[in-house]
């Protein structure tokens, strides 16, 4: 079983529609996780992290399941530059580790 | 503005060569992190180091892959020799050990072997 793990898609929405992600992982004594977002051929950049609580940063929504292993990303309002590849990610607890899902690509449609 | 400065950013090279890729991590990060990309398998972690130490080179091929921190501003990571299917964008990374503190990309070294 792959330790961070994906809906590939892609996922084509249209723009001001409302897209959900999901992610589950593998490391019950994972500590830490995120979502970055990665545009075609950059670098991958922190969108926010998740905490245990479910944090909201303007129209992006994140939650996480401890018990059932499991993360999530809701997008309100799509806007076109929202176009890009999600890329949950997970973080050990001592060891500092950082495992990537293979990433979960959105379009927004006009 | 601080940022992880990876060197070259595109490597074209013939099978058999050495390769060395360069990082320089933010100043006071202290872990680095190298991750390669293809389209297949997404980001794979190779290997890497908390305060310069290797804390995991699991992910790395060990007969043809190096990594090491010399100092603390470079990260090298070394293929010898290189094969075609070692191309894909390699990205090196770094943070601050504990907690949620992020990791942040450089703008990654494309490799193409020939």
């Known amino acids: 079983r792959k330790e961070v793990e994906q809906d590939p898609g892609p996922f084509n929405v249209p723009e001001g529609a409302t897209v959900a992600f999901n992610c589950t992982y593998s490391?019950?004594?994972?500590?830490?996780f995120f979502w970055y977002r990665q545009d075609c051929r950059k670098e991958p950049k922190l969108l926010m992290s998740?905490?245990?609580s479910g944090n909201e940063d303007g129209r992006f929504t994140a939650q996480l399941n401890r018990a059932s292993q499991y993360i999530s990303l809701l997008i309100r309002d799509s806007k076109l530059s929202d176009s890009a590849t999600y890329l949950c990610?997970?973080?050990?607890?001592?060891?500092?580790?950082?495992?990537f899902g293979k990433g979960t690509r959105l379009h927004i449609l006009p | 503005d601080a940022r992880v400065t990876q060197t070259p950013r595109h490597k074209v090279t013939e099978m058999g060569q050495e390769v060395t890729m360069r990082c320089q991590p933010i100043?006071?990060?202290?872990?680095v992190f190298w991750y390669r990309q293809t389209m297949m398998q997404g980001l794979e972690l190779l290997a890497y180091?908390?305060?310069?130490?290797?804390?995991?080179d699991s992910g790395m091929p060990k007969d043809r892959f190096s990594a090491e921190m010399p100092d603390a501003t470079l990260a090298t990571l070394k293929i010898q020799p290189s094969e075609p299917r070692d191309s894909a964008v390699y990205f090196c990374?770094?943070?601050?050990?504990?907690?949620?503190?992020?990791?942040?990309f450089g703008q990654g070294t494309r490799l193409t072997v020939v």
């Open positions: 990610v997970v973080k050990g607890d001592r060891d500092d580790k950082i495992i």
């Open positions: 998740v905490y245990s």
């Open positions: 180091f908390r305060n310069r130490a290797p804390l995991d």
């Open positions: 990374a770094s943070g601050l050990e504990g907690g949620f503190t992020e990791a942040f």
């Open positions: 100043l006071g990060h202290n872990t």
């Open positions: 490391n019950s004594a994972s500590q830490s």
